[in-house]
């Protein structure tokens, strides 16, 4: 065993941890370095055993857990947000093997995880909310814990992701299982054994599993509340089996984001942030701006200089010194972005910036631009969630909007234009749940994230998602006297 309270962290064994334990199985799988493709280290495959464990150890540990200080609880997430950095060379080289990052954005996504961590730790309480209080009535609200908590989380940014819900999960007294996506099981389950040091059995647990552990995970009677990171199609399963059992369901799913870029702006100043938006991280963010529209006034200008910056970064293996860009995660995406690739040339699309879907054995893709695809092609309709990005032109504002507006998905938006004015104009016609303005897309803690349309339910981040972490209850307490005479 390693990693319990007083054992040392070990970073290539890697187990579920249930209890407080660490717990192997009988069933493992190996992630894949997505630069490389090359197996990573064993990973134990939970049973169906191991979860009816793990939320039995959850219910027994709410009952404590809930009733904690509030105070208490914010210096327990502090420790584990601080602790969790000290192992900063460790768990970076971890986010790289596993994700396919470059070392220095592996550890800017542990720096946003701790952020993450750290926010939640500094909520204050909630207190009882009077409502009205009158000679014959009080009516009085008050928020309070809501019991077990499944977390399922997606490939892009295991760490962050998974702090945005933790540090929430556990600030307001729910006890909580994490389930990472297959593909990048390492970093969560390390990260949660880290912080058993500092927590009562039950109340942090983490299960890697194979395709049946998330349906278990959404049917079981034990666990009140689904916390969902993913993508679309998966978000409409959760939520139908969610229903089975009326669990409480927060979905944080895909998007098509927008980026609308006005004739009044600096070119040089903006195309870098442009370039960011839509391929940091190889464009595999949720926000990422994956459809640009660029005035018709500053298009060729525009598009000169994004591709230039583009250009400019190195595209490779995240192990190389000086990538900018690494590979896409996995071969399934690796399999997507390709088929984006083949229909743009198919369709006989102009490659302004031409990409190549690598063919050797890791996942790296050199980023492409579509210089002004038609408004239904697949490119500009679907969600890629890879390095190849529409840039198309606009030339009156009713016109962008209503093209803008023209998808199922409502989860982030960009505005770059000098006339502040006209920015939030634009922003607040734009039907999705963040929105950005003059600057690539990045959520942060203290804002409240939720997608519009088919991008999600519910929502996390800042005071208001702390909310769906609870339950509410109203009393209404009548001032009759019913005192027995
Ligand atoms: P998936 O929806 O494929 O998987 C997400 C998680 O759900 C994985 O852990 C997966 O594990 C699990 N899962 C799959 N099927 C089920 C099921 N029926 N019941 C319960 N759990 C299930 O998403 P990806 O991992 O491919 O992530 C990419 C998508 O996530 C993109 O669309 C992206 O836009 C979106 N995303 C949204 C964000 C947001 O905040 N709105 C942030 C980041 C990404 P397994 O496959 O083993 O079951």
Request: hydrophobic share 40%; charged share 25%.
């Amino acid at each position: 065993m390693n990693g319990t309270k007083e054992t040392p962290i070990e970073f290539e064994k890697f187990h579920n941890i249930v209890d407080g334990l660490p717990r192997s199985s009988t069933n493992f799988h190996r992630g894949t370095n997505p630069s490389d493709g090359k197996e990573l280290w064993e990973v134990p495959i939970a049973s169906e055993n191991d979860l009816d464990d793990a939320v039995e150890a959850a219910r027994k540990a709410f009952k404590t857990w809930s009733k904690t200080k509030w105070e208490d609880r914010q210096e327990i997430i502090k420790n584990i947000a601080k602790e969790f950095m000290k192992y900063e060379a460790e768990m970076g080289k971890l986010v790289m093997l596993e994700g396919g990052k470059p070392i220095q954005f592996a550890k800017f996504d542990l720096g946003n995880a701790s952020k993450g961590l750290l926010w939640a730790a500094s909520e204050k309480k909630f207190e009882d909310e009077i409502i009205s209080d009158n000679a014959d009535l009080k009516l009085t609200m008050r928020h309070v814990p809501l019991g077990v908590v499944g977390a399922i989380c997606p490939w892009n940014f295991p760490l962050p992701i998974s702090m945005n819900k933790i540090g929430p999960a556990l600030l307001t007294g729910s006890t909580i299982i994490m389930k990472p996506s297959p593909f990048t099981p390492y970093s969560i389950l390390k990260l949660v054994e880290i912080a058993q040091k500092f927590l009562p059995p039950g109340v942090l647990q983490a299960l890697n599993g194979d395709d049946k552990l998330g349906p278990l995970m959404t049917e079981h009677p034990g666990i009140n509340m689904i916390t969902f990171t993913g993508s679309t199609p998966t978000g409409k399963r959760v939520m139908a089996s969610c229903a089975k059992t009326l669990k409480r369901v927060t979905l944080e799913l895909g998007g098509n984001s927008a980026a609308i870029i006005c004739p009044d702006v600096d070119v040089n100043k903006v195309a870098p942030k442009v370039a960011l938006a839509a391929f940091f991280n190889s464009g595999q963010i949720c926000v990422a701006s994956k459809r640009l529209y660029v005035h018709k006034d500053i298009y060729a200008d525009m598009l000169a200089a994004v591709k230039k910056v583009v250009e400019g970064w190195k595209t490779a293996p995240a192990v190389e010194e000086g990538t900018m860009l690494g590979p896409v995660q996995n071969k399934m995406q690796h399999a997507i972005v390709k088929d984006f690739f083949e229909d743009c040339a198919s369709q006989g699309y102009d490659f302004a910036l031409q990409g190549e879907v690598g063919k050797g054995e890791g996942f790296v893709v050199q980023p492409a631009i579509i210089d002004n695809p038609p408004d239904d092609s697949r490119i500009v309709r679907e969600e890629q969630f890879g390095p190849i990005v529409p840039m198309l032109q606009w030339e009156d504002e009713d016109e962008v909007i209503a093209r803008v507006n023209d998808t199922t998905t409502g989860l982030g938006g960009a505005v770059y234009c000098a006339d502040l004015d006209r920015a939030q104009r634009l922003a607040s016609r734009i039907e999705a749940g963040n929105i950005w303005i003059n600057s690539n897309e990045k959520p942060l803690p203290n804002a409240f994230f939720s997608g519009w349309k088919e991008s999600g339910i519910g929502g996390e981040s800042g005071r208001l998602g702390l909310y769906n972490y609870m339950n509410t209850q109203v009393t209404h307490l009548y001032k009759a006297d019913v005192a027995k005479l």
